[in-house]
Nanobody
């Protein structure tokens, strides 16, 4: 049974930083590409960043390029999202997703962690 648990969200001022973590279990993490998605109030899911199973290839939504960095530790079964230069429009619930690289199937996702960027 796929289990994904996100943590690290919170309230941060514009320009600040946060690091999100996602601990995975119930599947072979090191063999799975992973994706971070987010959902702002009243909006659809939006993919943010993705990474292949060994971390050799990453991709970013244009709106976060140069500010967010996705990484993973396959020994700890953990996915990360380092977020810097945060903007109010980054406010959303962030989810990690087990999915094929580039897939928009977000079935296997965690419960999410809230990120609020506000002064």
């Amino acid at each position: 049974q796929v289990q994904l648990v996100e943590s690290g969200g919170g309230l941060v001022q514009p320009g600040g930083s946060l690091r999100l973590s996602c601990t995975a279990s119930g599947f072979t993490f090191s063999e799975s590409s992973m994706t971070w998605i987010r959902q702002a109030p009243g909006q659809e899911f939006e993919w943010v960043a993705r990474i292949t199973h060994r971390g050799q290839v990453t991709g970013y939504q244009d709106s976060v390029k140069g500010r967010f960095t996705v990484s993973r530790d396959n020994f700890r079964n953990t996915l990360y999202l380092q977020m810097t230069e945060l903007k109010p429009e980054d406010t959303a619930v962030y989810y990690c997703v087990k999915s094929s690289y580039g897939s928009t199937d977000y079935t296997y996702r965690g419960q999410g962690t809230q990120v609020t960027v506000s002064s």
